[in-house]
């Protein structure tokens, strides 16, 4: 079955280090992947994609993601976190021969970020 | 904000009731989507609209009801819920529902059902 998974259901950093949210997938092919950000009490809020090329994607707020095919990842990086980034991140992929219009969500992983 | 609107933000309805959350989207977008998001668990796709017309239905329960009237707005039919239909419901468009597109998202509707 095809799926999505963020291994931590949190991650804590202090303000100024770097951050990584992980993602890893399983799913044929080569599909479109994506990270949202959600904020409390908002939607979520599109980040950054890879559709192909440059395996590193940079995205807002100085959010990047590298795709690695052969591990079927596409961790989510900072090089330097901000308290404001304390939110839920969801990957998200989504296949691109399937003919079917599912994205297939990942169950989110908390950044909490600590001044 | 995302230039997708939600109405009303929070829901309480008993089971006997019927009810309808309302998306407007301000994007000039072609594709809309209902999603059900729960406690710890990854987003639901529940159905998919492209053009005005229903191009997936995800096994959701027909207690689950979409209507799209027009290309910018978007409904879900509630009626007989259960308590475990409680989550908050996120809708989202997309320019086409083409699969390397960004879905952009609602503030969400958080339904509570008693």
């Known amino acids: 079955a095809q799926s999505v998974a963020q291994p931590e259901d949190q991650v804590n950093v202090a303000e100024g280090n770097p951050l990584t949210v992980k993602c890893t997938y399983s799913v044929s092919g080569n599909p479109y992947l994506f990270w949202y950000v959600q904020y409390p009490n908002r939607g979520l809020q599109f980040l950054l994609k890879?559709?192909?090329?440059?395996?590193l994607v940079k995205g807002s707020y100085g959010f990047e993601a590298e795709f690695n095919k052969s591990q079927t990842s596409f961790h989510l990086k900072k090089p330097s976190a901000l308290v404001s980034d304390s939110a839920l991140y969801f990957c998200a992929v989504r296949p691109r021969d399937t003919g079917g219009f599912k994205t297939i969500f990942g169950a989110g992983t908390r950044l909490f970020v600590k001044a | 904000e995302t230039g997708v609107t939600q109405t009303p933000r929070h829901l309480v309805m008993g089971m006997t009731n019927k009810k309808s959350l309302k998306c407007e989207q301000h994007l000039g977008h072609n594709a809309m989507y209902w999603y059900k998001q729960s406690a710890k668990k990854p987003l639901e796709l529940m159905f998919v609209?492209?053009?005005?017309?229903?191009?997936e239905n995800n096994s959701v329960p027909s207690r689950f009801s979409p209507e799209c009237p027009n290309s910018s707005h978007l409904f879900l039919h509630l009626h007989t819920l259960q308590p475990e239909d409680s989550a908050l419901y996120l809708c989202a468009s997309s320019q086409d529902a083409a699969v390397q597109e960004t879905q952009y998202f609602g503030p969400g509707t958080r339904l509570l059902v008693l």
């Open positions: 890879y559709i192909t090329g440059d395996n």
């Open positions: 609209y492209s053009l005005e017309e229903r191009v």
